[in-house]
C-alpha cells in the first residue's frame, strides 16, 4: 500500500506532465487560443481533474486516491470503470491520458 506522502509525490508529477502536455498542445496547434487552466477536486476516494478554458468546465480524469489508478470520466461526478494508467507508473500515468482526456480502451 503507498503512503499519502508517496500519493502526493506521484500525484504532483502526473499533475506537472499532464499541464505540459496540454500547453504543449495548445501553444503548437491553437497559437490564438488561451491555454486552459487545470485544478484538481479532491472528494473521499476520487481526485477530479477539472479544465477550464475560460468559457467551460468539463472533466478531463479521476485518479483514484487508493491506488493511482487514472480513470475516463463517466459524467461530472463519477469516473467510468477500468483503469487508463497508473500514476505510480514509470511513466507517471501519462500513458494513460491524451490532451482530452483518459484515453478510450
Known amino acids: 500500500m503507498n503512503t499519502t506522502?508517496?500519493?502526493n509525490t506521484a500525484f504532483v508529477k502526473f499533475f506537472?506532465?499532464?499541464t505540459d502536455l496540454i500547453?504543449?498542445?495548445y501553444?503548437?496547434?491553437f497559437k490564438n487560443l488561451t491555454v486552459p487552466t487545470?485544478?484538481?477536486d479532491k472528494g473521499r476516494k476520487y481526485a477530479r481533474?477539472?479544465?477550464d478554458n475560460g468559457v467551460q468546465k468539463?472533466?478531463?480524469c479521476f485518479i483514484d486516491m487508493t491506488n493511482g489508478n487514472v480513470l475516463r470520466a463517466a459524467g461530472w461526478k463519477a469516473p467510468a470503470k477500468h483503469a487508463r494508467g497508473n500514476i505510480f507508473n514509470d511513466d507517471a500515468g501519462m500513458n494513460?491520458?491524451?490532451v482530452h482526456g483518459a484515453r478510450y480502451m
Open 5 to 7: 506522502s508517496e500519493f
Open 16 to 18: 506537472i506532465g499532464l
Open 23 to 25: 500547453e504543449e498542445h
Open 27 to 29: 501553444t503548437t496547434q
Open 38 to 40: 487545470l485544478s484538481v
Open 49 to 51: 481533474i477539472v479544465v
Open 58 to 60: 468539463h472533466v478531463h
Open 96 to 98: 494513460g491520458v491524451t
